[in-house]
């Protein structure tokens, strides 16, 4: 079993669209956990952290469920711009991260 | 936010040749970083911690004869992939973090380097 998993995708959505992803990791002593977003052939930057209380940063919330070991991105409003690659990302401690295969996400006109 | 360079971006060599990759913090003090190696349509997949002044720490599975990292200074780290084989042709990434044993804190990535070898 991965450590991280997420649904491959892609997930195709028209602009406005509302759309989730979701992400389960296996180590329950993980720390913090984290989205980034990664563009083809680049290197991937920080969306957000993700918190038990949940947290949001303009169209983005994010949440955190420890007890089913499960984290969520949901995205409001798609824009074309938000069209690439989501990564789960688990910090299992002393800043180790463990990234997710990423999940695809086009967003067309 | 801190930035972090890598250099070369893209490089081309034969295989059984060597090829180092440099690591940089240009605005703050790393005292640890990280590479990573990303297969195509694969996660990232870390392949050692290094710490300044001291020897890397290797996941499992890599070899650390074959993927020499050096950390001379704080703001420096390089892999060297030595006798490269195309099976050696990846995206290598590294990150960089000034507080390794904070929960929260940040690491910055490098815009990475693109390795194909013929």
């Known amino acids: 079993r991965k450590e991280v998993e997420q649904d491959p995708g892609p997930f195709n959505v028209p602009e406005g669209a509302t759309v989730a992803f979701n992400c389960t990791y296996s180590?329950?002593?993980?720390?913090?956990f984290f989205w980034y977003r990664q563009d083809c052939r680049k290197e991937p930057k920080l969306l957000m952290s993700?918190?038990?209380s949940g947290n949001e940063d303009g169209r983005f919330t994010a949440q955190l469920n420890r007890a089913s070991q499960y984290i969520s991105l949901l995205i409001r409003d798609s824009k074309l711009s938000d069209s690439a690659t989501y990564l789960c990302?688990?910090?299992?401690?002393?800043?180790?991260?463990?990234f997710g295969t990423g999940t695809r996400l086009l967003v067309s006109p | 936010g801190a930035v972090v360079s890598q250099h070369p971006s893209w490089v081309i060599c034969k295989s059984g040749t060597s090829v180092k990759i440099e690591c940089r913090s240009l605005?703050?003090?790393?005292?640890?970083m990280f590479w990573y190696r990303q297969f195509p349509k694969q996660s990232l997949m870390l392949m050692a911690t290094?710490?300044?002044?001291?020897?890397?720490?290797?996941e499992q599975g890599v070899e650390k004869d074959k993927f020499l990292i050096n950390h001379a200074s704080l703001t420096l780290s390089t892999l060297t992939v030595t006798s490269a084989h195309p099976e050696d042709s990846s995206f290598y990434i590294c990150?960089?973090?000034?507080?390794?044993?904070?929960?929260?804190?940040?690491?910055?990535f490098g815009p990475g380097t693109r390795l194909t070898v013929t």
């Open positions: 990150s960089a973090t000034s507080n390794p044993g904070g929960r929260r804190s940040e690491q910055y």
């Open positions: 180590n329950s002593a993980s720390q913090s």
């Open positions: 993700v918190y038990s």
């Open positions: 990302v688990v910090n299992t401690g002393f800043q180790k991260l463990v």
């Open positions: 605005d703050f003090q790393a005292t640890t």
């Open positions: 290094s710490n300044e002044g001291s020897k890397a720490t290797y």
